[in-house]
């Protein structure tokens, strides 16, 4: 039988471990190999699901920059025939993460890759939002620079408007405070825009308003891990 990548997904938010279905300890004991974004947190994760797990009979390789000496040792580990379990930093491994790079290597090697079901906060967000979830598209981090931040706002509410489809996008979360001002600042009264924080915490917040309703509205996001939606 060929060996097996499982995608592993892991927690948002560290006391929400009921989020993780049960068969996530099957398919991470089925394996022999873990690469993982952050290995510190992926222990304590691994820990937090399943008190059995012996964390250190794994072959641990960390996940942090997906370079070419990572690709070759993931290569190997199939080659030998290995079970991997890839675990992202938070939500699914793949999805606006370093992980995508060696999930591509696994099928160039026609190797079985196995996503697993957990929570995702780009879909969680955008399931809550009550925006078009047909037709949506995830553009990551915006621009630093003020004016090319500003000008790429104007062009996702446009291309928002034109398609009517919904841009969902992220922020640095120091950053997060600055960046609600300049959409607010930026877009028509009319364009809806979702703040989406801290998803499957006790402090889950997400709603969505026109611009119009955000500008009468007190906002701190400081340091919160926020999803943003917008539609024109």
Known sequence: MPNTIYLVPSVLDDAATATIP?????????CSV????????????LKSICKDIVIDAYEWFAVHKVEETLISSFKQKIKEGKNIAIISEAGCPGIADPGQILV?????????????????SILLALMASGMNGQQFEFVGYLPIDTHERIRAIKELELSSSKN????????????????????IKTCKPNTKFCIAASLTSAEEFIKTKTIG??????????KKPVIFLLQG
Request: net charge positive; no cysteine; aromatic share 10%.
């Open 22 to 30: 049960a068969y996530i300890v099957d398919a991470v004991k089925d």
């Open 34 to 45: 873990i690469f993982a974004e952050n290995e510190r947190t992926a222990r304590r994760f």
């Open 104 to 120: 591509a290597a696994a099928q160039q090697m026609n190797a079985v890759v196995k996503p697993l079901v957990g929570p995702s």
């Open 164 to 183: 009517n489809s919904t841009k969902i996008f992220i922020e640095t979360p120091y950053r997060n405070n600055q960046l609600i001002e300049t959409v």
């Open 213 to 222: 309703e955000w500008k009468k509205e007190k906002t701190d996001f400081h």
